[in-house]
Antibody
Framework: QVQLVESGGGVVQPGRSVRLSCVAS????????IHWVRQAPGKGLEWVAV????????YYSDSVKGRFTISRDDSKNTLYLQMSSLRAEDTAVYYC?????????????WGQGTLVTVSS | EIVLTQSPGTLSLSPGERVTLSCRAS???????LAWYQQRPGQSPRLLIY???TRATGIPDRFSGSGSGTDFTLTISRLEPEDFAVYYC?????????FGQGTKLEIK
């Protein structure tokens, strides 16, 4: 069965960096685009970034562009989100989610999320 | 960026009732690339509907989606206790792939 497991969250000081990971199993990782979506405490969902199945395209929300970098290592079935220059408003649960196809469709499977808290 | 506006923000209903949720886009996007997700308390979101009207695998037929252009709806024909949750629409026609702010269904 499809599984996505995020890790790397925790408490981080403003201005610092952290890298999230998402390990996938139960499907051919290299065939699918993968997204990051976040949810601030008590708030709605915010789409963050996507990387296409072949890594050829990466797109970001305006709120993270220039600070976050999405990448993948197909040999490890792992997606990453490098988060830099963190701000208090980046505090959220970060979900990875599989794209139905290459990276330009809906999200058909979601992980359980990892919480990032940006605080001094 | 396409802004999705969901209405109403919160609905108080009873099991067995029929409900229609609205999602309106600030501009048209690629042919009905609109999805609906359900998020129960403490859980990750779950895909319900894609392509505006196609139910995802395993989703009961009491859930239905419709719409095109800039106006979309999710209808639950007869509410079950497990349907009380937050519902989000998302467009995946144009990056950034934005979500609506959500509609919360609560038990009356």
């Amino acid at each position: 069965q499809v599984q996505l497991v995020e890790s790397g969250g925790g408490v981080v000081q403003p201005g610092r960096s952290v890298r999230l990971s998402c390990v996938a199993s139960g499907f051919t990782f290299s065939d699918y685009g993968i997204h990051w979506v976040r949810q601030a405490p008590g708030k709605g969902l915010e789409w963050v970034a996507v990387i296409w199945f072949d890594g050829s395209n990466k797109y970001y929300s305006d709120s993270v562009k220039g600070r976050f970098t999405i990448s993948r290592d197909d040999s490890k079935n792992t997606l990453y989100l490098q988060m830099s220059s963190l701000r208090a408003e980046d505090t959220a649960v970060y979900y990875c989610a599989r794209d139905f196809r290459g990276g330009y469709y809906f999200l058909d499977y979601w992980g359980q999320g990892t919480l990032v808290t940006v605080s001094s | 960026e396409i802004v999705l506006t969901q209405s109403p923000g919160t609905l108080s209903l009873s099991p067995g009732e029929r409900v229609t949720l609205s999602c309106r886009a600030s501009q048209s996007f690629t042919s009905s690339h609109l999805a609906w997700y359900q998020q129960r308390p403490g859980q990750s979101p779950r895909l319900l509907i894609y392509g505006a009207s196609t139910r995802a695998t395993g989703i009961p037929d009491r859930f239905s989606g419709s719409g095109s252009g800039t106006d979309f709806t999710l209808t639950i024909s007869r509410l079950e206790p497990e349907d009380f949750a937050v519902y989000y629409c998302q467009q995946y026609g144009t990056s950034p792939y934005t979500f609506g702010q959500g509609t919360k269904l609560e038990i009356k």
